[in-house]
């Protein structure tokens, strides 16, 4: 067919679910620019985390975008008044940043635009997370529609797509496929409220699904405790 290589934009956060998106995504034949976003989260060494996975991984290129998320507060991720819980919690936790995956999406769209990459990845699951509405998939269903209505290239007949390859898997299932494609576990953070030097909690939601995922997936959890 001749076809040149298809360009997917990857979002890249720095934790398990996103590195495992990127690997599947490379992995599918795509090029993969991956794009993070510094929001004001308290969990900043992700950041770093999102630079490491995306070396490890291949990534085409990786970009660090701005966003002031925090100027909104209303999320124990980024707002430091409000702790992040260390037990259970019922209903849609205060971890939830409102609006983070549209906004996120939308940035990742634009960039897609700009770099005429007709694939969006985005590592939402809907199994083993944290409740949140926007990693359903009606959200990504809903996204991708918007998407070919908002933007130059969906109105000139060059739709996007919009890839949840982790939707609908167990933890587990994402850390066995991910260490199958080579993925080091170790250089990524999922903990939402690590330490100075980076080392997880052990207490968090994101950091009982991890443990919990490591432990049924039967590989060796790499994380680093405080
Ligand atoms: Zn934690």
Request: some cysteine.
């Amino acid at each position: 067919m001749g076809k040149t290589v298809d360009k997917a934009v990857v979002l890249l956060s720095g934790g398990l679910d996103s590195a495992t998106t990127l690997a599947m995504a490379r992995a599918a034949g795509y090029a993969c620019h991956a794009i993070s976003f510094d929001y004001g989260q308290r969990h900043r060494c992700e950041l770093e985390a999102a630079a490491r996975v995306a070396a490890q991984l291949g990534a085409a290129s990786h970009r660090v975008v701005s966003l002031g998320l925090g100027d909104l507060g209303g999320s124990a991720l980024t707002d430091p008044a409000i702790d992040v819980p260390h037990a259970p919690t019922s209903g849609i936790p205060v971890t939830y940043v409102p609006a983070r995956n549209t906004v996120f999406l939308a940035v990742a769209l634009g960039c897609a635009e700009v770099l005429e990459a007709a694939h969006l990845f985005v590592g939402v699951n809907a199994v083993d997370y944290s409740g949140y509405p926007d990693c359903r998939p009606a959200f990504i269903t809903a996204f991708e529609a918007l998407a070919n209505v908002a933007t130059r290239a969906g109105v000139e007949g060059r739709p996007f797509r919009v890839h949840a390859p982790l939707i609908e898997l167990t933890k587990a299932e994402i850390i066995r496929q991910g260490h199958a494609l080579g993925v080091d576990y170790g250089l990524t953070v999922s903990c939402y409220d690590p330490d100075p030097e980076g080392r997880a909690c052990g207490q968090c939601d994101s950091c009982r699904l991890r443990a919990a995922g490591f432990r049924a997936a039967g590989v060796a959890d790499p994380t680093i405790y405080q």
